[in-house]
């Protein structure tokens, strides 16, 4: 942050600019101020409705690996550390808001915040990250330009792929017609609009993928095969229906959407051992 803010001071007058700045937080090890670590304490966390003692799926990321149970302290603590580093990252960006203003930028200025992926903290059993699970792929997005942008929360859809055209439509820059994500702009600017209806995911190392609609989620796993949710009435995921007869309709359309999609980027994927 203070390297942000050293490039803000400098580039003041410089016209236009662009600045990435890539936090770690909130990530392991859990470093922060004391302030930080002692905000939030672990006895008053509430576990996730969807806590389970032993993992549903055997999950990615370091923390997990050999991890066969975990209990209610363990993810009591990790919530509480979590909540501080993200309470943490949360007065940095403060920072960065306060020195836009000081020098005269923040009307011109647009930010966009967003996060690469979701922490389980104990969701289904899992500790970490790198599964296809609702906290696991749903990821922060925040756009604010000061002046244009009214204040809005909508459900409509967006990927990381959509960020760089989004940035290119704003600043009135010809969109190649080679980019696969679309301008956020629309919805930005208050219209009732849907770019895309589903969306997909991929875990390639272990072959897992899924895709999402407003309703819901189909996933595929070597280890677990297919399951399906409604979305609607079991947003923590609880209930496999990919076994109910009732939803083999609905499975198999959201089975074949998927392979279509496979197809259509088998070009990016190393091949299957």
Known sequence: TDTAITFLENNKNNQPFFM???YTNPHLPYRMPDKFSEMYNPQNMILPQNFLLKPKLPAGGLIDR??????????????SGHYGLVSY???EIGRLVDKLKEVNL????????????????????IRAKQVLYEESIRVPLIIYWEGNIKPKVTNEF????????TVL????????KTVSGKSLLPIL????ITLINEVFCEFIPRQWECIRTKEWKYISTPELGNEL?????????????????????????????????????????????
């Open 66 to 79: 050999g991890k066969t149970e975990t209990s209610e302290q363990e993810i009591k603590d990790l919530i």
């Open 189 to 192: 600017e208050g219209k009732d």
């Open 229 to 273: 949710y409604d979305l609607v009435n079991d947003p923590y995921e609880k209930i496999n229906l990919a076994i109910d007869s009732k939803y083999t309709k609905i499975l198999n359309q959201l089975k074949e959407k998927l392979a279509t999609w496979d197809k259509e980027t088998k070009f990016l994927k190393p091949k299957k051992q």
């Open 89 to 91: 990252l949360d007065e």
């Open 106 to 125: 923040l009307e011109n200025t647009v930010i966009i915040f967003m996060g690469d992926n979701g922490y389980m903290l104990g969701s289904q059993g």
């Open 20 to 22: 990435w700045l890539a």
């Open 158 to 165: 967006a990927m990381n792929i959509d960020i760089m055209p």
């Open 169 to 176: 439509d704003i600043a009135k820059v010809e969109i190649p």
